[in-house]
């Protein structure tokens, strides 16, 4: 096949700033024509199967030309041409099943091939639910044979030839129902790792458990839709919206996610699209038919970071910014010369902790400040913490949270003195000796009263923090 300058494209579109990582998109059991059993390859037919496996290693050398990570592959059957399910014509059962196999490994080893480290992403890897119903059955390896399934056989092929350097990736596409309160999602990643296995021959597993990794979907038009019947439908949380439902779910799904998850909408664009028009797309962005939906998305993917930014473009707007939390000057009353390091003393809402009889002090400093003389201080303290509390919280509420500190080792982090994951604050890198920002981003879950903002140092410097705020952020 001679080559072309496709992976020129695709060279561009991975040195798009916000894209990390690009996957090449492919279709490998759809032909686009309803009930197109005419375009169904048979399994023994060499010739079809040859051109298989060359498509998709031309494909393959594409993305590492053009250093894209890997490709996306979608199996869902929307012809109706049953691929991958044994049928009339095909031949004895057990004998397809093993050139089900033979054909995994043929046209796998051409992508591997060409590009040793790909990441292959599949929407159903051995979360096929097209098959038997592996999730319940109490023996999958029968459920396969009575459903007359080929498609755990076509992947022990890919999973006999995948190199050591290469990854899978099992987007589970049913996540699109999961719902975080039920813990969904956590179900499936263990059932992706072991639930599977009687699927997985015993020559592939031990790599099936090194090298297949659980991306769960997130699909956005779930909280859109009107019609409470739709399978797809997800309600509001009690006392919330359904904007706090998509919050939850993808809380869940990110700590579920071992490295990868993905977002799928079809009704709105996740950004605007210039002289493009998208069939049944409206114009409106997701984030406005959801509203903070992208604010959700950055605090879970990176907290600190989207803090920061979101910080930095409304203050670029122009936006008036109010603390909320009383008192974040640290500024206590002092009479006479009583300054100085007053330890144990804090401004009102401030707290302290410290484990057993650790080493160092806490109070207030009443000789530095960031914008006035005082500040709270943490004299090499190895396990203690400065606790600033606000409780006007309520389920949904999204705050900036920023902070500055002076120091080599400054930490932070927000939490709700629950069994939530806490959002870390990550400083602004400079001198030890100059005052520094620290930011994150909270989006405030269901059932929580009070919101920490946590400060702590370390055991061989002596630190300071200041001016501690926490805006509301109702930016849209």
């Not at 030309?65 to 592959?73: R, V």
């Not at 603390?323 to 144990?344: E, M, P």
């Not at 520094?436 to 009263?449: D, I, S």
Request: hydrophobic residues 35%; contains cysteine; charged residues 30%.
């Amino acid at each position: 096949m001679p080559r072309t300058n496709t992976h020129s494209h695709a060279r561009r579109a991975k040195k798009h700033r916000s894209l990390r990582h690009s996957l090449l998109g492919a279709w490998i059991a759809n032909t686009w024509k309803s009930n197109d059993t005419a375009s169904r390859k048979r399994w023994d037919d060499d010739a079809a199967w040859e051109l298989f496996a060359n498509n998709l290693g031309v494909l393959a050398r594409i993305a590492r030309e053009g250093d894209i990570e890997g490709i996306l592959l979608d199996p869902e059957d929307y012809s109706g041409i049953r691929q991958f399910r044994w049928r009339e014509g095909d031949g004895d059962y057990d004998t397809v099943r093993k050139l089900a196999r033979q054909r995994g490994r043929e046209v796998f080893s051409a992508a591997f091939r060409e590009k040793p480290d790909l990441k292959l992403m599949s929407l159903w890897f051995m979360s096929w639910p097209f098959g038997g119903n592996y999730r319940t059955s109490d023996d999958p390896d029968a459920e396969r044979c009575r459903a007359k399934d080929l498609w755990p056989d076509f992947v022990n092929g890919m999973l006999d030839v995948l190199p050591e350097t290469a990854m899978i990736i099992d987007g589970d596409e049913t996540s699109y129902y999961d719902r975080g309160d039920r813990g969904d999602t956590f179900r499936k990643s263990k059932h992706i790792q072991n639930g599977y296995l009687a699927l997985v021959e015993p020559e592939n597993r031990t790599k099936y458990r090194g090298k297949v990794h659980f991306a769960p979907a997130n699909y956005l038009d779930c909280y859109i839709f009107a019609d409470k019947t739709d399978i797809f439908y997800q309600p509001a949380i009690e006392g919330g919206t359904r904007a706090d439902r998509f919050a939850e779910n993808f809380e869940h799904t990110v700590v579920a996610s071992d490295g990868y998850l993905w977002i799928y909408g079809e009704r709105h664009p996740l950004i605007k699209w210039r002289n493009v028009s998208l069939n049944r797309v409206k114009d409106t962005l997701w984030n406005e038919a959801v509203p903070g939906m992208y604010d959700m998305i950055g605090a879970s993917r990176d907290a600190s970071d989207w803090g920061a930014r979101k910080f930095r473009m409304l203050e670029k707007q122009g936006c008036k910014f109010v603390n909320l939390l009383q008192n974040g000057s640290c500024a206590i009353s002092v009479k006479g010369s009583s300054g100085g390091f007053l330890t144990n003393r804090f401004a009102s809402g401030f707290s302290t902790w410290k484990h057993g009889k650790t080493p160092g002090e806490i109070g207030t400093d009443t000789t530095v400040g960031r914008n006035d003389r005082f500040s709270v201080r943490l004299e090499k303290v190895k396990r203690g913490s400065v606790i600033a509390t606000f409780k006007d919280i309520k389920l949904g509420d999204r705050f900036i949270v920023r902070v500055f500190g002076k120091g080599q080792n400054l930490r932070g982090s927000v939490d709700f003195c629950s069994g939530y994951p806490s959002y870390p604050i990550r400083f602004d890198e400079g001198r030890p000796d100059e005052w520094r920002a620290g930011y994150t981003y909270v989006v405030v879950p269901r059932n929580v009263k009070t919101m920490r903002v946590i400060v702590s140092g370390s055991a061989d410097e002596t630190v300071w923090y200041d001016d501690f705020a926490v805006y509301a952020d109702g930016e849209k």
